[in-house]
């Protein structure tokens, strides 16, 4: 549970700019890239991973603008990032004005669940990282590179003259 907006701050900062730098190493013919029939799509996780912001910040009665619909999925890499940095950095204005380090011990109801408002943004952020590991995972079986998060990745080791440590 965060009890300091600027902590949060801090950790989304650093989040979504990660989450950014996945979305970027897709492309438009992944979007349709899915592990077995009847799963989720590259394309429908990360879209979902842009609405998901404005869904589930909602709950705490945060309000600023971004999609918040999971269909129709967009067809577009360029899309789906320049729909998430939007968002993102809508979200954070909002945080900013709306709520107070105070506030973040404010008790609400999510989705059944009674919680303060701070574990409601390391919900967020946790469930940010959640799709953002599925999508890396799909980009690998689609063929994709994948860059390095908290750490170099298989393809940055290579480039570095080494192999990824076993």
């Known amino acids: 549970m965060y009890r300091s907006l600027n902590d949060f701050l801090i950790s989304w900062e650093f989040e979504a700019k990660a989450t950014s730098k996945i979305l970027k190493n897709l492309n438009d013919e992944s979007l349709s890239f899915e592990v077995a029939p ?5 394309g429908r996780i990360a879209w979902h991973t842009v ?3 404005k869904v589930i910040s909602s709950q705490g009665d945060l309000s600023f603008e971004a999609p918040s ?4 999925i967009p067809s577009s890499v360029d899309t789906i990032v320049e729909s998430y940095d939007q968002s993102s950095n809508a979200f954070v204005e909002a945080l900013k004005a709306q709520w107070t380090d105070e506030s973040l011990l404010d008790q609400i109801d999510f989705f059944g669940q009674k919680m303060p408002k701070g574990s409601l943004l390391l ?3 946790q469930h940010q ?5 599925q999508i ?3 980009m690998r079986q689609a063929g994709l590179s994948v860059p390095g998060i908290y ?13 990824a440590p076993k």
Request: charged share 20%.
């Open 51 to 53: 609405t998901s912001i």
């Open 69 to 72: 619909e999971d269909w129709s």
């Open 38 to 42: 009847h799963h989720w799509t590259l």
């Open 129 to 133: 990282t959640h799709h953002r590991g």
């Open 123 to 125: 919900f967020l952020n």
């Open 151 to 163: 750490g170099p990745s298989k393809e940055e080791w290579a480039l570095m003259g080494m192999d």
């Open 136 to 138: 890396t995972i799909l």
